[in-house]
Each structure stands twice: as C-alpha cells, then as structure tokens.
C-alpha cells in the first residue's frame, strides 16, 4: 500500500533553501517576502499549463441580510487551477470556489467588487466587476409568513431553553461562537441537535400554498471528503421531538429534509431517503461553499414537501401529512465549523412550551435494575412534569417499568419499535409529575429481560419561573486563511502501481486542493525534492490554488525504495509550511 504523510511544518522554523528562517512576533507585519526563484533539475521538466486565462463571467451580488454580500460568478472554459482573486473595499482575497461571501459592510454604502482568475502561476486575469448597497440588495421578503420572533443564533442567550433544547450526546464542547456580522454559532463537533421548543401548527394556505414551513440560514454542509456531512430539517410530531439525536429508524409519521453537499432529499413516515425529486421549475444548485450561507426552507404544502435552496425549489415529495402540529428541528452530522446563522418557522402563531434536558446514562446493574443514577432537585425545581426517555436493549422481551425514586411507571415503547431485543436498542419513555417526593431521586429502569439503557436523558417541562443553565458557547477568533495542503501522485510512463522499473520516466503530479478553506492565503511557491535533494523550486507568485506537472528522468536513480517529497511556501512566512510526501519503488520486473 502507498503510504502517504501529512506533515504541516510550522512557519516558526521553515527549511528555505537551507536557511533557517526564525519566526517572527505574531504581533508584527508580515516580514517581506524572501526571494523564491525558479530551479529545475538537470533530470526535471516543468510540463507548463496551455490553457488560456480568460476572466470570470456573470458576477453577481445578493445579501441575506443587510451588512453582506455574497458574490458568485461563473468560471469560464479553459481558466485552469488556480481559483480566482476577490476584491472590494481595499480589501482582497483568495479562493477555490466561485462564490464567496463578504461581511461586516456598511449597510449604505457602495461596494464595488472585482474577481480575477488566477491560474497555476499566479498570473491574474482582467477583472469582472459588479456593484451594490447592501442594504438595497437585501430582500426581506423571505420573511413573509415567518411567526415572529426570528432566531438569531449570535450567543448563549439564542438558545435559552424557553425555545431550544441541545442534544449533543454531553459534548461540552460542541458549540462555539465565530464572528460573522457580530457573532454567531458554529458547530464544532461531529454530532448535535437543536431542538425548537416552538410548535409549528398549520394555518390557512398562504400567498404562496403554504400552510407550514421551517427555514433556516447556515453555511453548510459541505464535501469533507473522508465523510459527507449533512444537515438534516426535521418535523417532529408527539412524542418523537423528545428522542436524542435523529437517526434511522427515522420516526413514523415525521418529515425529515436531508441536505448534503449533492442535494437535497426527504425520508417520510420513518422511511429512507426519497430520491431527489427536483422541481421542474428548479434549476442547477451548486453544492455549498466554506463560509458562503444559504438559506434552506422546508415548506409544507397541503398536498406536498418542498425544499427550496435561495428561494429556488430543489426537491419535492407528494406526501399529505397526517397531524396539524409538530416541533422542528435542525440536525447537523459531520458538520465540524459549519456556521447557524438564523431560523424562522411558520404556520399559526404559538408560543414556547419551555422543556431542557437532562443527559443520563449509561446504566449500571444495581439490585436487578438499571440504574440510570441520580438526579439533582435543583435540575427539576420549578418545572411541572419529567419525562424520562431511553435506548435500551435486553437478554430477552419482557415489560419494562421506570422509576423515578420512590414512584414507577410502566414504560412506553416509542413507535416503530414493539419490544426488546439483545441486538436492536428500542426506546421507551415513562412520565412522572412533579416536584418529586424526594431530593435528588434515581432513575431506574426494572424489566424481567435483564435490560440494559445504553443512552437516556430527561425532558423536563419548565415552569415560567425555571431557571436553567444556557449551553457553553467557547469564543473563537476569525479563521485565518489557510495554506493549502498538496496532494502528490507519481506515475511511470510504461508502469502501472507502486513498483517501478528501472530506468525511464515518471510524472510527477502536484495539486493544492483545499475545498473546506474559506479563504486561501496566497502561495509563494512549491519545492520538490527527491530522496532528500531538490529537484525543482517553482515560483507561483501568490497563487491560490494549482495543478503542477513534473516530468522527471530517473536514469542513475537505484533501485529501492524512493521517497518524494513537497512543500508549499506561502507568501506570509508566519503562516505554516504544508508539506507531503510520496514513496515509489524501483524493482527488476
């Protein structure tokens, strides 16, 4: 197997041509830039890119809200690898993707905008411009049948119990704070719900057939290449808004909206993914981009579901839903700094049924039950119910009965599941009033099938006067652009695989993909070497992205095991070093 490292030198101590560059007071400018000039092996042959850079085309300037502006342009035929170069305000940018999104603008003011192609070298094209005033680019219709009030995701206090509750499996830290227009949240774990605590109950069809919708703003998800991250819209109708984390077997009766980075589709009733049926008056979606948001919409029709991406339905399912309320909730799954900007939903006008969670488990045999420990009176204090909800396996099926200290009731399976098994965990709730006759009571499930709660936790009704704590929200500083990672790939001109013969040619295949970046900090240049000695030192000239071909003679090369190896320099040198290596071997065939 070819064994490929990462290895991320940081810019404190970075090898230069064999000078040891010291890193600098972060606190300073960027020091100048040391010279990088162009080396080829005697052995080396640069394979230069032909294709002509030609300007973007169609730029275009929309605003979610009245302080931004997402710029998106078309990248024409024959622009090569090296992403485009953004500018406005005195400000520039780097990027991979042909949609970028600025921020923290004046509302009133004129913002003129610039992209450029780059290609593999850094050379630059004739700019296409555009321009806008935020605030006069902002269309506030989407917010027509939205009740009132809108989320706005910007600290702890958003998500209050009185409106949300979070499932994040007791991650302590799994939501963060990142600036955008002030601040707003941003998902730094792989798995957590948000679940509204705001029922949407069906109204009269609207302007637009509507008799519910669910809406919500965010950046993701995007392609993270080793998993695909998703963001899942859910409705959620009794009992089912009180399970943890979504996953199949996904609840009957429930519609849930699955938004990848390749499109959109619904499960309903309990089932798997639909397939995507697109709108005919749907057109092309691209898939997201780091730090551009969209705005996703769930919209319930009387007669059908639609998704609709920017206003644009992408996907619909015939389906006429069987209850008038639900709660929603939004999902996220591989979706590490992935940012929740705002959320609205629709329908008839309600208010909060205040309810938070408690985690508990997993359980531990104690006298012939599973107990799920203790719970502290100040967590129940002023609420008026709890319901105790768990996942639970056993040896065989047999009635389950909770206890809440002194008091028990008999457990209820949450639909699809029927019973227990050893194999499949089924979930099953039980609710007790309060207050509790005794303080700080335990939680205990009792069953004859010997069973076993793998994950459970506490839905408990709050009372206006409840006071509960706010989730950890951990500050974050603005990410700063990144330096793209290479990917390295050698071939041999008359060889397939690892094993090479002696002799002949290979090429060799540089690329600095980097599609999670928001930003890209302009490259200085790349180095190859070849088991330890330099073969080429290529200029790129503040570059943002690059596909680079070397062809490279390996007569007098011995055979054995061989080693490639590639670093990326930016144009910054307090920034890291992005290296990569490859190994081939040269073997008698």
Request: proline share 10%; with cysteine; charged share 25%.
């Amino acid at each position: 197997m070819r064994r490929r490292g990462l290895i991320a030198v940081v810019g404190g101590l970075a090898l230069l041509g064999g000078v040891v560059v010291v890193l600098r007071d972060e606190s300073a400018p960027p020091p100048p830039s040391t010279a990088f000039e162009r080396y080829l092996h005697d052995r080396v042959e640069y394979v230069p890119d032909t294709q002509r850079l030609v300007r973007p085309s169609d730029l275009t300037l929309t605003a979610l809200d009245r302080t931004s502006l997402r710029a998106s342009w078309t990248a024409t035929e024959g622009i090569g690898y090296g992403g485009f170069e953004v500018r406005w305000n005195g400000t520039s940018r780097l990027v991979q993707a042909t949609e970028t999104e600025l921020t923290d603008l004046d509302a009133n003011a004129d913002v003129h905008v610039e992209v450029r192609a780059l290609d593999a070298l850094g050379n630059r094209s004739e700019p296409v411009t555009a321009s806008a005033v935020p605030r006069l680019a902002h269309d506030e219709t989407w917010l027509d049948g939205l009740v009132p009030p809108i989320d706005v995701f910007d600290g702890p206090e958003a998500l209050s119990p009185r409106r949300w509750r979070v499932f994040d499996g007791g991650d302590t830290d799994c939501l963060g704070l990142r600036p955008l227009n002030g601040r707003r949240l941003e998902i730094t774990c792989d798995r957590v719900d948000l679940q509204s605590n705001v029922p949407m109950r069906f109204s009269l069809p609207q302007h637009d057939g509507a008799i519910g919708r669910v809406v919500l703003t965010t950046d993701g998800p995007r392609d993270r290449g080793s998993s695909q991250s998703e963001l899942m819209i859910a409705l959620l109708p009794e009992p089912f808004h009180d399970l943890a984390h979504l996953a199949p077997p996904f609840p009957p009766s429930s519609v849930i909206l699955h938004v990848t980075p390749f499109g959109a589709s619904f499960s309903l009733n309990g089932g798997t993914p639909l397939p995507n049926e697109v709108v005919p008056s749907g057109g092309t979606v691209p898939p997201p981009t780091a730090g551009v948001r969209h705005r996703w919409e769930l919209r319930v029709l009387p007669d059908a579901v639609v998704a609709l991406r920017d206003g644009e339905a992408v996907a619909r399912a015939a389906v006429t839903l069987p209850w008038t309320s639900a709660r929603p909730r939004v999902a996220f799954r591989n979706a590490i700094n992935t940012r929740v900007d705002v959320f609205g939903a629709g329908g008839a006008p309600d208010g909060p049924v205040p309810a938070s969670v408690v985690p508990l488990g997993p359980s531990t045999e104690e006298n012939g039950a599973a107990s799920l420990g203790n719970v502290a009176s100040s967590r129940l204090a002023g609420a008026s119910s709890v319901r105790v909800v768990a996942s639970v396996v056993a040896e065989r099926d047999a009635p389950v009965t909770v206890e809440l200290g002194s008091r028990s009731a008999p457990a209820v399976f949450m639909p699809p599941f029927h019973g227990l098994d050893r194999s499949e965990a089924a979930v099953v709730y039980a609710d007790f009033p309060l207050p509790s006759p005794e303080a700080n009571p335990k939680v205990r499930l009792r069953s004859d099938g010997r069973v076993t709660a793998h994950r459970a936790h506490l839905v408990v009704a709050d009372g206006p006067d409840a006071r509960r704590p706010l989730p950890r929200l951990t500050d974050r500083a603005h990410p700063d652009p990144r330096v793209p990672a290479p990917t390295v790939t050698v071939l041999h001109e008359s060889a397939s695989g690892e094993r090479f013969p002696a002799g002949g040619k290979v090429r060799l295949l540089v690329e600095l993909p980097d599609p999670e970046a928001r930003e890209i900090a302009p490259v200085k240049g790349i180095e190859v070497d070849l088991d330890g000695e330099r073969m080429a030192t290529l200029p790129t000239n503040g570059s943002a992205h690059g596909r680079h071909e070397f062809v490279v003679d390996l007569a007098d090369v011995p055979t054995g095991r061989h080693t490639v190896a590639v670093r990326v320099f930016p144009v910054d040198e307090r920034r890291e070093v992005r290296s990569q290596e490859d190994v081939f071997d040269i073997r008698p065939l």
